[in-house]
């Protein structure tokens, strides 16, 4: 956008008293390029990052014994197929493997909605869910005057004492996906479960995943006596 | 009565103030940056709840794509002087009977998106003209039990770094049986504290959905 300097015909040329006048159309150009540039290849946000521990590997499984814990607490969360859930509760007891065929339990599907898992979870978490959330409500309102590393602590202290919510085992079928792993234990954080943790998938689990989702097993797990 | 003479001047618009408009906004955006890399595959990370932030230093990230292929990269540490970068390829040359040169090196060092090369051809890949030769190369690390070569990253990026961390950015389509390897093979090194990367996404549950 040039500007047109007209010239003024004749007459006597007045010293003008304002500033001399630059044009800034070129740097309003270059400073646009510059702007839709540095737009581009900004990163605003910062990647967020979610910790996992994993229990250690054991070498050597002949001297170790299973960690005791209570049948009635357990819930088991296996991952499937195409996003789905799938649940059951305790432990599937010696005898009804031995059994031919093993006897299962039921698997109850769901999803990642929050009308699925995370019902669920709540619905078994409800002493300590409600703790936290009224301990946050507490802290947000000010009546309990405390720092947001110390509040973070607090909750950390109220998981650790709790001994009524569900320990949660966390299983992926072989089909599942990345997004699925990161949902569910994202679900752990938002229920505020105590105690869950990530285990390998046992060879009756796959079948039971099999049996609910209507799949037949291509190859056999190579843990499958 | 006269007629009033309209100036034969094309109107001005003054610019100065979006002169300085701009500059506030590029300023900003200078000061604020900090650079995407490219990476060698395209990754939509899945949403969590999670709000701590990516350490900046001493993490190792692994790089999973939806097509299965495993890519690691790591950072040079807080200080650059520390090199951390050239140090682990160095080690991993050494294992693998490969002398790298110092121009090399600094090649390794420079690049600063993912790798997925096997380290055979890592020399071809640092000494490629350009980019397009370099993408070519970028098969997956092989993480096969015959040939681990992720398991050897992983050893020697921890014996040069030993406060590094392990980060894994997977795309929400991942197949888990890839995901299941690394957290194998990391788990076969010792290596149990893992942190998952993340796009925040803000859910909350309220009180009355818990007491009902």
């Given at each position: 956008m040039?500007?047109?300097?007209?010239?003024?015909?004749?007459?006597?040329?007045?010293?003008?008293?304002?500033?001399?006048?630059?044009?800034m159309?070129?740097?309003?150009?270059?400073?646009?390029?510059?702007?839709?540039?540095?737009?581009?290849?900004?990163a605003f946000s910062?990647?967020?990052?979610m910790?996992?521990?994993?229990?250690?590997k054991?070498?050597?499984?002949?001297?170790q014994?299973?960690?005791?814990?209570?049948?009635?607490?357990t819930?088991?969360i296996?991952?499937?197929?195409?996003?789905?859930v799938?649940?059951?509760?305790?432990?599937?007891?010696?005898?009804?493997?031995?059994?031919?065929?093993?006897?299962l339990?039921?698997?109850?599907?769901?999803?990642?909605?929050a009308?699925?898992?995370?019902k669920?979870?709540?619905?078994?978490?409800?002493?300590?869910a409600?703790k936290?959330?009224?301990?946050?409500?507490?802290?947000?309102?000010?009546?309990?005057?405390?720092?947001?590393?110390?509040?973070?602590?607090?909750i950390?202290?109220?998981?650790?004492?709790?001994d009524?919510?569900?320990?949660?085992?966390?299983?992926?079928?072989k089909?599942?996906?990345?997004?699925?792993?990161?949902d569910?234990?994202d679900?752990?954080?938002?229920c505020?479960?105590?105690?869950?943790?990530f285990?390998?998938?046992?060879?009756?689990?796959?079948?039971?995943?099999?049996?609910?989702?209507?799949?037949?097993?291509?190859?056999?797990?190579?843990?499958?006596? | 009565?006269?007629k009033?003479?309209?100036p034969?001047?094309?109107?001005?618009?003054?610019?100065?103030p979006?002169?300085?408009?701009?500059s506030?906004?590029?300023?900003?955006?200078?000061?604020?940056?900090?650079?995407?890399?490219?990476?060698?595959?395209?990754?939509d990370?899945?949403?969590?709840?999670?709000?701590t932030?990516?350490?900046?230093?001493?993490?190792?990230?692994?790089?999973?794509?939806?097509?299965?292929?495993?890519?690691?990269?790591?950072?040079?540490?807080?200080?650059?002087?520390?090199?951390?970068?050239?140090?682990?390829?160095?080690e991993?040359g050494?294992?693998?009977?490969?002398?790298?040169?110092?121009v090399?090196?600094?090649?390794?060092?420079?690049?600063?998106s993912?790798?997925?090369?096997?380290?055979?051809?890592?020399?071809?890949?640092?000494?490629?003209?350009?980019?397009?030769a370099?993408?070519?190369?970028?098969?997956g690390?092989?993480i096969?039990?015959?040939?681990?070569?992720?398991?050897n990253?992983i050893?020697?990026?921890?014996?040069?770094?030993?406060?590094?961390?392990?980060?894994i950015?997977?795309d929400s389509d991942t197949?888990?049986?890839?995901?299941e390897?690394?957290?194998?093979?990391l788990?076969e090194?010792?290596?149990?504290?893992f942190n998952?990367?993340?796009?925040?996404?803000?859910?909350?549950i309220?009180?009355?959905?818990?007491?009902?």
């Amino acid at each position: 956008m040039a500007e047109i300097i007209v010239e003024e015909k004749g007459g006597k040329k007045k010293a003008k008293k304002h500033a001399p006048h630059i044009d800034m159309t070129p740097m309003v150009d270059l400073m646009c390029l510059l702007i839709v540039f540095f737009m581009l290849t900004t990163a605003f946000s910062k990647a967020k990052v979610m910790e996992i521990i994993l229990p250690e590997k054991i070498k050597d499984p002949a001297n170790q014994q299973a960690p005791k814990i209570l049948g009635s607490r357990t819930l088991n969360i296996i991952l499937g197929p195409d996003n789905k859930v799938y649940t059951y509760p305790g432990s599937v007891k010696a005898e009804d493997l031995a059994a031919v065929p093993p006897n299962l339990p039921p698997l109850s599907e769901t999803d990642f909605s929050a009308e699925g898992i995370r019902k669920v979870l709540l619905d078994k978490n409800r002493m300590l869910a409600r703790k936290i959330a009224e301990f946050n409500r507490d802290v947000i309102s000010g009546k309990i005057p405390i720092s947001q590393d110390s509040a973070k602590n607090a909750i950390s202290a109220l998981k650790n004492d709790d001994d009524t919510g569900p320990i949660v085992l966390i299983k992926a079928y072989k089909k599942a996906n990345y997004g699925n792993f990161v949902d569910i234990l994202d679900e752990m954080n938002i229920c505020g479960i105590a105690s869950y943790m990530f285990t390998k998938i046992a060879w009756y689990e796959e079948k039971m995943v099999e049996t609910a989702a209507g799949i037949t097993p291509v190859a056999t797990s190579s843990n499958n006596p | 009565m006269p007629k009033i003479k309209l100036p034969t001047k094309s109107p001005h618009i003054d610019m100065t103030p979006m002169v300085d408009l701009f500059s506030v906004v590029l300023i900003f955006l200078m000061l604020t940056t900090t650079m995407r890399q490219p990476e060698p595959a395209n990754v939509d990370t899945p949403f969590s709840i999670s709000e701590t932030p990516l350490p900046d230093f001493n993490t190792m990230t692994f790089l999973l794509s939806t097509d299965g292929k495993v890519f690691m990269n790591f950072d040079n540490g807080p200080d650059t002087l520390l090199k951390y970068r050239p140090k682990i390829l160095a080690e991993m040359g050494k294992h693998y009977g490969i002398e790298f040169t110092d121009v090399e090196l600094r090649n390794f060092e420079r690049q600063k998106s993912s790798l997925g090369v096997p380290i055979l051809q890592m020399k071809d890949f640092l000494n490629a003209k350009d980019n397009n030769a370099r993408t070519s190369l970028q098969t997956g690390i092989p993480i096969d039990s015959t040939d681990n070569q992720l398991a050897n990253w992983i050893l020697y990026a921890r014996k040069v770094n030993p406060n590094i961390k392990a980060t894994i950015k997977g795309d929400s389509d991942t197949g888990f049986d890839v995901v299941e390897k690394v957290l194998d093979i990391l788990q076969e090194k010792n290596v149990s504290r893992f942190n998952l990367i993340t796009s925040l996404e803000s859910t909350k549950i309220n009180l009355e959905e818990i007491q009902q």
